[in-house]
Nanobody, 124 residues
Framework: VQLQASGGGLVQAGGSLRLSCVSS????????MAWFRQAPGKEREIVAG????????YYTDSVKGRFTISRDNAKNTVYLQMNSLRPEDSAVYYC??????????????????WGQGTLVTVSS
């Protein structure tokens, strides 16, 4: 499975961005998907996850009510809509996938496939 993330950039606090991740490869529509992020000097942390059908989602507490994860299986794409962005949301965001993970699996090692990351910078 190959994952290509895009949509990162520089935005002011309070602004919005939408990240996209296109997947390709064998069985690419049969994976749970998620977004992790890593800020400088910090460990990778899960941001949001979504199951195959899109009917089950998970959000880390700090983004609840601000971020929305969704997927369009017909387009092999998962999205992360980020609203009310804060400087502490600044990080490299990674699109990830795994055949067996659940959306709430928070350990990076639970997820097998990782994209290249897209940088999000939120200025104050």
């Amino acid at each position: 499975v190959q994952l290509q993330a895009s949509g990162g950039g520089l935005v002011q606090a309070g602004g919005s961005l939408r990240l996209s991740c296109v997947s390709s490869g064998r069985m690419n529509n049969r994976y749970a998907m998620a977004w992790f992020r890593q800020a400088p000097g910090k460990e990778r942390e899960i941001v949001a996850g979504i199951n195959l059908s899109g009917g089950s989602t998970y959000y880390t507490d700090s983004v609840k009510g601000r971020f929305t994860i969704s997927r369009d299986n017909a387009k092999n794409t998962v999205y992360l809509q980020m609203n009310s962005l804060r400087p502490e949301d600044s990080a490299v965001y990674y699109c990830i996938a795994d055949l067996f993970s659940r959306p709430s699996n928070t350990k990076p090692t639970d997820w097998r496939y990782w994209g290249q990351g897209t940088l999000v910078t939120v200025s104050s």
